[in-house]
């Protein structure tokens, strides 16, 4: 009996043990999401939309200016949200078609930048060529090129006081013959003479002049970005005009839209009659 005792002490000493440890480890942090949440993880969910949904949308807010689907923002309760920064504005202007105006759903990417060396000096021009032409191959390209259909808004996340033009009259055009419509960034663009000879809608905080090898990397695609202090999500409706930007959360798109064209018909019945009684011909902000 005194062995079975010892045995049944030490069993019960060693199962309390066991209980202490885990109550103690448990109490010290471990948690069993710790591995995954270490890896990386996302809590933003990426909703895909199809080509038909996303040209329904755009239907829907054919014709809208930022003013009136800032109107209808406040209508379904979004006061003062998706209004980016007035600093994002546009690259050059049409006071007369209002080319530079755009409505695009949202392709997003994130540029970072890097923490990789940039090539010496004293290279040749082919080994410089070849370094370059390396990084954009491997860290700082363009992943998001196959999601850019008819319609598309690129929105991208780029280090706000990064002197890099991650778009220039190159690649704007390229995105355009994908069917892009507009390019709305952070930071800055290059080629600026060009990019306003070429009418592509571009929205910016600033000029900037250099390349992207040695200065910046591809983060990812299609998440949840931060462009003008606001939030843009992927499928969300990008309005772009004179007035800056205005992003449209995708869940209350046509509800804004519904009442923005509201506004947008009581302005121009209002300002035809001031036209008349003035003696101005109608231009297209009244037709």
């Given at each position: 009996?005194?062995i079975?005792?010892?045995s049944?002490?030490?069993?019960t000493?060693?199962?309390?043990?066991a209980?202490?440890?885990g109550?103690f480890a448990?109490?010290?942090?471990?948690?069993?999401k710790?591995?995954?949440?270490?890896a990386?993880?996302?809590f933003?969910e990426?909703?895909?939309y199809?080509?038909e949904?996303?040209?329904k949308v755009l239907?829907a807010?054919?014709g809208?200016?930022?003013a009136?689907?800032?109107d209808?923002?406040?209508?379904?309760?979004?006061?003062?949200i998706?209004?980016?920064?007035?600093?994002i504005?546009?690259?050059?202007?049409d006071p007369k078609?209002?080319t530079?105006?755009?409505?695009?759903?949202a392709?997003?990417?994130?540029?970072?930048?890097?923490q990789h060396?940039?090539?010496g000096?004293?290279r040749?021009?082919e080994?410089?060529?070849k370094?370059?032409?390396?990084w954009?191959?491997?860290?700082?390209f363009?992943?998001?090129?196959p999601?850019?259909?008819?319609g598309t808004?690129?929105?991208?996340?780029?280090?706000?006081?990064?002197d890099?033009?991650s778009?220039g009259s190159?690649n704007?055009?390229?995105?355009?013959l994908?069917?892009?419509?507009?390019?709305?960034?952070g930071?800055?663009?290059?080629?600026?003479?060009e990019v306003t000879?070429?009418?592509m809608p571009?929205?910016l905080?600033r000029?900037?002049?250099?390349?992207?090898p040695?200065r910046?990397?591809v983060e990812?695609i299609?998440?949840?970005v931060?462009v003008?202090?606001v939030l843009?999500?992927?499928?969300?409706?990008?309005?772009?005009?004179?007035?800056?930007?205005?992003?449209?959360?995708r869940?209350?798109?046509?509800?804004v839209?519904?009442?923005a064209?509201?506004?947008?018909d009581?302005?121009?019945t209002g300002?035809r009659?001031l036209?008349?009684?003035l003696?101005?011909?109608?231009?297209?902000s009244v037709?």
């Amino acid at each position: 009996m005194l062995i079975s005792k010892t045995s049944h002490f030490l069993l019960t000493f060693a199962v309390l043990t066991a209980c202490a440890v885990g109550a103690f480890a448990q109490a010290a942090g471990a948690d069993p999401k710790e591995a995954e949440y270490r890896a990386g993880k996302s809590f933003i969910e990426t909703h895909v939309y199809s080509a038909e949904d996303d040209q329904k949308v755009l239907n829907a807010f054919a014709g809208l200016r930022v003013a009136d689907v800032t109107d209808g923002m406040d209508f379904v309760g979004l006061q003062n949200i998706g209004l980016m920064d007035p600093e994002i504005h546009p690259l050059w202007t049409d006071p007369k078609n209002y080319t530079h105006r755009f409505i695009g759903i949202a392709v997003t990417v994130r540029y970072v930048p890097t923490q990789h060396s940039a090539a010496g000096g004293g290279r040749t021009y082919e080994d410089f060529r070849k370094w370059e032409g390396k990084w954009y191959d491997e860290r700082s390209f363009e992943p998001f090129g196959p999601l850019i259909r008819p319609g598309t808004a690129i929105v991208i996340d780029e280090a706000p006081n990064a002197d890099v033009g991650s778009i220039g009259s190159n690649n704007i055009m390229s995105f355009k013959l994908a069917g892009a419509v507009g390019v709305v960034t952070g930071g800055t663009a290059r080629d600026t003479d060009e990019v306003t000879t070429e009418r592509m809608p571009l929205y910016l905080r600033r000029v900037g002049r250099g390349i992207r090898p040695g200065r910046n990397e591809v983060e990812s695609i299609n998440r949840p970005v931060v462009v003008g202090g606001v939030l843009v999500n992927a499928g969300d409706v990008i309005v772009a005009d004179g007035d800056g930007v205005v992003v449209v959360p995708r869940e209350v798109a046509l509800k804004v839209a519904e009442y923005a064209h509201k506004i947008l018909d009581g302005d121009k019945t209002g300002r035809r009659a001031l036209y008349k009684k003035l003696g101005l011909p109608n231009d297209a902000s009244v037709k």
